[in-house]
């Protein structure tokens, strides 16, 4: 037995808004990802041809910035705006490696990290929150590439916000990667009333040639099922035996999440080797299934693995859920917490 285990309900971090910016890179578990190391399925000729069309792309991005070399001088004149799309979309299901080929881009962009931001879709509205437009804007327009993972809108706020603050990127010569379970022109359909913001979301695909990526999600491709869930004095064993675990009762952990703002789920998670979950019980409602879909993405980002007790993870959603307007956004969770609980096999054996 190590000392007793941490506690995610504990803790209520507070982010300042330079470590939103400085965090904007590829999250660990995409460290060491490039083109060579991505294993296209020899039976969906997309994902080679997508690591063709990016790895093209990274290479027309060397050189100078786009507006001129760097970050333009105040007397400077304002670039014209390109002519057609100035990014590339990776539309696909889950799992078919669209992370790990926009972390490979920002990778072997030639430019210097600095130049360079990579962040999801809610890290991006986060920044805007906590920066404000206008200097969200200046932060990140002398940047070459901007890599959005995880593109969804999820009401006519956001649809307004990211539309805007993209074409001012675009028009400082930013050029854009992004990726999604939906294609550029389908953004927010089955969560607000999509055909009232018709004109954002169309300026939206505009900045974007879409580019699809078929296959099976490779986390569970040639694998095992998921682990059925442990039992509650398992879990509790593990959690004490295994240095940096974290555990929390499920249900509890729901409620605390409601007061952490989602930007803070990374650091919520700082220094933390293994989340272990005693009476995981499906969610109660979507605000809630929202923000654990969100703490999924930064788990798995962190590689950080979780042993659970009580419902398999399959079963967090309800079958309203599945079938509405984020179900995408739940399918991913799933997959993403399945992987995880895969790797939280090993602390039961310790």
């Not at 019980?281 to 980002?301: F, G, N």
């Amino acid at each position: 037995m190590t000392e007793a285990p941490l506690s995610l309900c504990a803790r209520e971090p507070h982010v300042p808004a330079d470590r939103l910016v400085a965090e904007m890179v590829p999250p660990p578990r995409f460290d060491s990802v490039r083109f060579d190391t991505y294993v296209p399925d020899p039976g969906q000729p997309s994902q080679m041809e997508a690591v063709k069309v990016l790895a093209g792309f990274a290479g027309g991005l060397g050189g100078a910035h786009a507006s001129g070399g760097g970050r333009r001088r105040w007397f400077a004149r304002k670039p014209a705006a390109p002519s057609g799309p100035r990014g590339v979309y990776l539309d696909g299901g889950y799992g078919v490696g669209k992370t790990h080929l926009l972390a490979s881009l920002w990778h072997a962009t030639p430019a210097d990290p600095s130049l360079k931001a990579f962040g999801t879709f809610v890290e991006l509205t986060n920044l805007v929150g906590a920066l404000g437009f206008q200097q969200t804007v200046r932060t990140l327009s002398g940047h070459r590439l901007l890599c959005i993972d995880e593109f969804e809108l999820d009401d006519p706020g956001d649809t307004v916000l990211v539309s805007s603050l993209l074409g001012r990127l675009v028009e400082e010569g930013v050029a854009l990667a992004a990726t999604s379970n939906t294609l550029p022109g389908k953004l927010g359909e089955g969560r607000f009333a999509a055909a009232d913001f018709l004109r954002e979301i169309q300026g939206l695909s505009a900045h974007f040639r879409p580019l699809r990526i078929d296959g099976e999600d490779y986390r569970h491709r040639g694998l095992p099922a998921a682990p059925d869930p442990y039992a509650d004095d398992e879990v509790t064993r593990a959690a004490y035996a295994t240095e940096g675990a974290s555990l929390d009762d499920f249900p509890m952990l729901l409620d605390h999440l409601a007061k952490v703002h989602p930007s803070r789920y990374g650091a919520l998670t700082d220094g933390i080797r293994a989340v272990c979950l005693t009476d995981v019980r499906p969610v109660p409602d979507q605000s809630t299934a929202l923000r654990l879909v969100v703490l999924a993405d930064r788990l798995y980002d962190r590689e950080v693995p979780v042993l659970a007790s009580g419902l398999p993870f399959d079963r967090l959603f309800s079958d309203e859920m599945l079938n509405g307007g984020y179900r995408k956004k739940y399918f991913r969770a799933i997959s993403r917490l399945t992987a995880l609980a895969r790797d939280a096999k090993a602390l039961i054996a310790q």
